[in-house]
């Protein structure tokens, strides 16, 4: 049977899947010249109208506007000043929505273009109005191409790179599928560029293991800025979103379809394209705690003690009070998100913090540092006032480890 993510309840029918694609700069436009592949592109669009045409809804995440401006403004390199990447980037998007609204307008396809920055999802209205907008484009049978607003965006509130935002997309739509498409046929556990003997991953259903395994060190392109590291994280970011993804060949669009209907069956025996596909989670994170760990800026840290961590990470999912805190990091006010970070005492009076969660803060830092080891029958003494029993509620609290030792 094709998987499909259980939390989506907007399909068009039983049989329909939302898949999202993300298309690499490489697979847009030539690393040396800037000119626009239009072989590739053409490939892409023809593959997506063959994905609506069984009935499937399929957003594509796309990159290559700095590479398109560079091309449109005659220009060799990508400029190393911020503002001027910018500059370029905001000449080139115009091009590249051009180049997809010629294609698609060929088969009478329309299109939308979705600009957005991480700041666009850290408020959880916009965030719910972006979702809105993404499944009312899908409901009209519109392919929307969503790209990250270069033009404003700056390296604290960047996504990073187009892999993080497909995953991002990916989750906040509850696609069935995300396709990653890279200038490799899968991941490999070396460089087969570099290494003869490099063997292809083909199930992954443990990244973290997977990361023990393998070498990643392989960077992006000259005009992109992700690499197999990036891809890793985006498959981690949308797995956890109930999203089974995939890392494929850029230059061969139509293997999606194949890849979807061979239903998870290992392309050892060359019936199936090969791929690397990363298994979707069995309890995928719910809309609100997904928006959390991903849509929210991390404002600064809590450092809780042992009792707090294996009550919070226990199976009583319990909320973070200020007993159990031992350190305030940063500074931020109340309802901002808040890494929590459990420090374990090691021999030697040594210590180990690890990240345990990220949760919404009911006081600010500065009240927290007040509070901090207090029961919360005392708060009220301490401050004056009590906004709430707990630092962190429950529901506001999401747990990135099962358990601690």
Known sequence: MIYKNQQNSRRSN??????????????ICDEKTHFPLLSSLSLLVEAVLKLKSHGHRVVIVTSAAVGTGLRRLNISEKPSKLTARQAVAAVGQVRLMALYDNLFGQFRQPIAQLLLTKNDLADRSQYLNAV????ELLDMDVVPIVNENDTISTQGIRFGDNDTLSAITAGMIKADY????????CLYTDNPRNNPDAKPVHVCDNIH???????????????????????LVAADLATAAGVTTIITH??????????IESDGTLPENNSVPLNTRFIAKNNPLIDHKWWILHGLHTAGSIVIDEGAAKAVTSSLRSSLFAAGIVEVKGNFVAQQAVQIVFRKSVEGGDSIDTIIGKGLVNYSSIEISRIQRCKS???????GYVNSE??????NLVRVVDAVC
Do not use: Q, Y
């Open 209 to 231: 293991l997977l990361r023990e395994t393998i070498s990643i060190s392989t960077s992006g392109s000259m005009l992109g800025t992700g690499g197999m590291e990036t891809k």
């Open 390 to 395: 707990c630092v962190i509620n429950r529901s």
């Open 14 to 27: 039983d049989s329909s899947l939302t898949v999202v694609i993300k298309v690499g700069t490489t697979s």
């Open 250 to 259: 850029g230059a061969k669009p139509f293997n999606i379809l194949k890849i």
């Open 377 to 383: 029958h005392e708060i009220v003494d301490i401050l």
């Open 178 to 185: 995300l396709f990653l498409l890279t200038d490799v046929d």
């Open 132 to 135: 809105g907008c993404l499944e």
